[in-house]
């Protein structure tokens, strides 16, 4: 199983705010839109894509997109558990 960790953007009207979040994949490579759906727990069927590569949903008024995306060693993967991620 590979783990990436990623930085979610998230935009709320002037601000970004930056989430690191360490996520499992089991299988296929998962879409950016996979991984907010993880992310927010929103349903994927309510999503739409605001912007090229940013995402919104109908039940959030924020824009949401993937900042950066790194495969994490599995040596790697015990420190980022260690430190909260």
Same mark, same amino acid.
């Given at each position: 199983?590979? /783990?990436? !960790? $990623?930085? =979610?953007?998230?935009? +709320?009207?002037? /601000?970004?705010?930056? *989430? @690191?979040? !360490? $996520?499992?994949?089991?299988? #296929?490579?998962?879409? *950016? !839109? +996979? =991984?907010? %759906? *993880? $992310?927010?727990? /929103?349903?994927?069927? *309510?999503?739409?894509? #605001?912007?090229?590569?940013?995402?919104?949903?109908? &039940?959030? &008024? @924020?824009?949401?997109?993937?900042?950066?995306?790194?495969? %994490?060693?599995?040596? +790697? !993967?015990?420190?980022?558990? @260690?430190?909260?991620?």
């Amino acid at each position: 199983m590979k /783990h990436y !960790l $990623f930085t =979610i953007m998230t935009r +709320d009207g002037e /601000h970004e705010y930056y *989430d @690191r979040w !360490l $996520f499992p994949t089991t299988g #296929a490579e998962p879409t *950016d !839109l +996979d =991984i907010l %759906v *993880d $992310f927010t727990g /929103h349903p994927k069927k *309510d999503w739409v894509e #605001a912007e090229d590569c940013v995402y919104e949903s109908s &039940y959030d &008024y @924020r824009h949401y997109s993937i900042y950066s995306r790194q495969e %994490v060693e599995p040596g +790697d !993967l015990k420190v980022l558990e @260690r430190y909260g991620l």
